[in-house]
């Protein structure tokens, strides 16, 4: 087995005497770039997440010199803490925030975002209040996807009123996590209740995706349709 593929294995089974070994003797492993775009962080993060000993690991990476807010090369340049938040990966977010992970990078598949956009979008919601608790910064529509009322309310006291597709893409994202006091304010202010959104989904259809019963019957009494059911009525 080569260099790259121990160190692999030893991070993916929590293997931390044999990647402390490893590093010590090649320390600059730390930071390579084991398969050209991901870095021993990166790999600690990667789908599926939650490996074990993670924290350790982490730890152990960090004090050999591995850059907690290395960015992936290729279509995007997300960090690990980015795939640590797309994986719900508590253990792991917690590990690189102490460790000096930035918070706010950008650069993440959605939109070029922070950890907190791909947390929300795809649903990672344990991972999603967890940076809000360590200060993350929300958007509208993540405020609105996580039911952070005073937060979307700020949106619109700021004294720049969103525009008509900000509103609508953040009912749609209030709607897929499933929080209806948000779904009704952005509603209230002129979101479009039918718009075919992301996935190629009506803000019900995501209502559905996310299992909430109540929130699928109070959008059915606005009137509230499905994706196949505007492809009917057209």
Known sequence: MDVHATIT??????????????LKANPDFATARLDGQRTPLHIATDWPG?????TATISALVNHGADVNAKFIGAHSE????WA??????????????LGADIEAPGGVIGGG???ADAVAFGQWQAARRLIERGAKATLWQAAAMG???RVEEHFEAGIRPEPNEITSAFWCACHGGQQQSAAYLLSNGANLNWLGYDQLTPLDAAARNGNIQ??????????RTAGELKLSQ
């Open 79 to 82: 960090t690990p803490l980015h």
């Open 114 to 116: 922070t950890p907190l």
């Open 215 to 224: 929130l699928q019957e109070w959008l059915r009494q606005q009137g509230a």
């Open 148 to 150: 952070l009322m005073d």
């Open 50 to 54: 939650h490996f074990p000993n993670v």
């Open 9 to 22: 294995k030893a991070i993916q089974t929590g293997d931390l005497e044999s990647l402390n070994v490893v």
């Open 85 to 98: 938040a797309s994986t719900d990966d508590i253990a792991a977010l917690e590990a690189l925030l102490d």
